[in-house]
């Protein structure tokens, strides 16, 4: 019985050591290419000594096609869980060294029971993705396995954050597994993801194209707007992760975790009105505003060259994370697009399903007009930020900066869209449309009978912007609580922040609402 065991222990320990050495060869290209392998992943990410491993040693079942000779303990991934900063977390890492990091039964039994039991532990799971796609040699057996990840991927979504990162090429399932997570962060040239590769491609359609114009990181972070972040090498993706978690709860069911301030949450912002020209058309950098109030000037945005009218992302007031929505002047004038409006709906129903509080910076000229965008379906994707907005129920705080026209301004969280607090800056305009369009059809028939019509439509003009769009209509008619100085925003956020903390509001009872999608 000893003797047994005796060879037991030594075949484990043979088996695990042959696991956790993995493919010298494959291991020394990846180093040649500036990344890191599968476990050596894991050790950047978590706290050293933190990971415990689970199912080292699973196998594929399948024999045929070779596979009884090619499959190797673990099956091409490595599951387990361990910590970052002291908190808990899941991860998962495909191993390229074994078969190509191709997803098995095994593999994907693996996966899924990962971010199964994240959910029900209540804690953070991270993808570490860095695979060929299916492995065909399963058969029907590898898609029914599949299809838990795409499951438990779905059922998880608002319960867990789900962090993704895109390591390597990630074909087939290694592409829609991450599109069902929060986050997606995608590694320059050697991350790549696409339903289905240059091979595939040229063989139906005729059309050669390499990896990197198929689904590198430009492609995804500026064009189709998959990816959020993008990392220039394997471990500042790795670090890039570990901030994000910084910013959520482990769950739905928690706060975000709070940082010790080093900000003093009275300092006055004296530079605010320098950043922001007073003349309506003019352009500024809406970044350098939100650096500006946040603490410390630490602000994490996402989807950064996507959408570019538009910015969103993370920072903290007074220690505390807050998410951030705002128009970017810099880029079609800070109006809304189809994309636009996409990457701030998303992001809102990120943020609500994580209790992070929403500030909104208004200043929108309206939604973007012309043919292209209503064949888009700017209808349908501009009213997906009205739903997203009138779901939430975490606090949600909007400032007006300089003006907000139309249906955009209700996108934007006015009081009757949800906001809990709306402040206006001096000078602001907020109205069914510009003053000038206004003005031409208010006053067309009196401008053009008058002697001096250039002169009859100054007057008018100033007469429209008095009555019907200043801030002091919006403050009679309680459509805002305060008009503020601009120096004082940070100072006024993370007082309402303060009396907002303890929230609650329900919201009828329903299996789900039908977001315009």
């Known amino acids: 019985m000893a003797k047994s065991r005796e060879d037991l222990e030594k075949k484990l320990a043979g088996l695990e050591q042959k696991v956790i050495g993995g493919d010298a060869k494959t291991t020394a290209k990846l180093h040649e290419q500036g990344n890191l392998n599968a476990r050596e992943r894991i050790d950047k990410l978590l706290d050293p000594g933190t990971f415990v491993e ?28 361990g910590k970052i900063d002291g908190r808990p977390v899941y991860v998962y890492s495909q191993d390229r060294s074994i078969l190509a990091g191709s997803v098995g039964a095994a593999h994907a039994e693996k996966i899924a029971y990962a971010i199964q039991t994240a959910r029900k532990v209540g804690v953070p799971v991270i993808g570490l993705n860095d695979s060929a796609g299916a492995r065909i040699q399963e058969g029907l057996t590898v898609t029914s396995a599949i299809g838990k990840i795409f499951f438990e991927n779905s059922i998880a979504s608002g319960c867990i954050p789900q962090i993704s990162a895109i390591m390597g090429p990630c074909i087939g399932v290694g592409s829609y597994s991450p599109a069902l997570t929060d986050v997606i962060v995608q590694v ?89 020209p007073e003349e309506m058309k003019r352009a500024y950098n809406i970044v350098q505003v939100i650096k500006a109030i946040v603490d410390d000037g630490d602000f994490f945005e996402l989807k950064a060259k996507f959408a570019r009218n538009l910015v969103i992302g993370f920072g903290r007031l007074n220690g505390a994370p807050v998410g951030f929505v705002a128009n970017q002047p810099m880029f079609l004038a800070g109006s809304l697009d189809v994309d636009a409006s996409d990457k701030a709906a998303r992001f809102i129903r990120f943020c609500d399903a994580f209790n992070v509080p929403i500030v909104t910076l208004m200043d929108v000229p309206g939604f973007f007009p012309g043919k292209q965008q209503e064949e888009k379906g700017i209808i349908r994707h501009g009213a997906k930020m009205l739903y997203a907005y009138a779901e939430a129920t975490v606090p949600k705080i909007t400032i007006v900066l300089r003006k907000g026209y139309g249906g955009a301004k209700q996108a934007l969280c006015t009081r009757e869209m949800g906001a809990d607090q709306l402040f206006v800056w001096p000078g602001v305009e907020l109205a069914v ?54 120096a004082e925003t940070r100072k006024r956020l993370i007082q309402s922040l303060e009396i907002l903390r303890n929230k609650k509001e329900d919201r009828p009872r329903k299996k789900h609402g039908l977001m315009p999608v």
Do not use: W
Request: aromatic residues 6%; negative net charge.
């Open 433 to 486: 449309m510009g003053g000038g369009g206004a003005v031409n059809v208010l006053y067309k028939k009196e401008i053009d009978q008058s002697a001096d019509p250039a002169k009859t439509r100054t007057e008018k003009l100033a007469e429209y912007l008095e009555r019907f769009s200043g801030p002091f209509e919006a403050l009679a008619k309680q459509f805002a609580q305060a008009a503020i100085r601009p």
């Open 54 to 81: 689970e199912f080292m040693l699973a196998e594929t079942p399948s024999v045929d096609f070779g596979m009884a000779e090619r499959k190797r303990p673990s099956d091409g991934v490595v599951v387990g869980f």
């Open 188 to 276: 320059q040239n050697s991350g790549q993801m696409f339903i289905t590769g240059p091979a595939v491609i040229k063989e139906v359609l005729g059309e050669t194209v390499t990896m990197e114009e198929l689904g590198g990181s430009k492609i995804h972070s500026e064009v189709s707007g998959v990816t959020d972040l993008v990392a220039k090498n394997d471990e500042d993706c790795l670090a890039m992760i570990r901030r994000l978690l910084g910013f959520l709860p482990a769950s739905f069911e928690e706060q975000p975790p709070r940082k010790e301030p080093t900000d003093d949450p009275g300092r006055l912002l004296d530079n605010l009105e320098k950043l922001v």
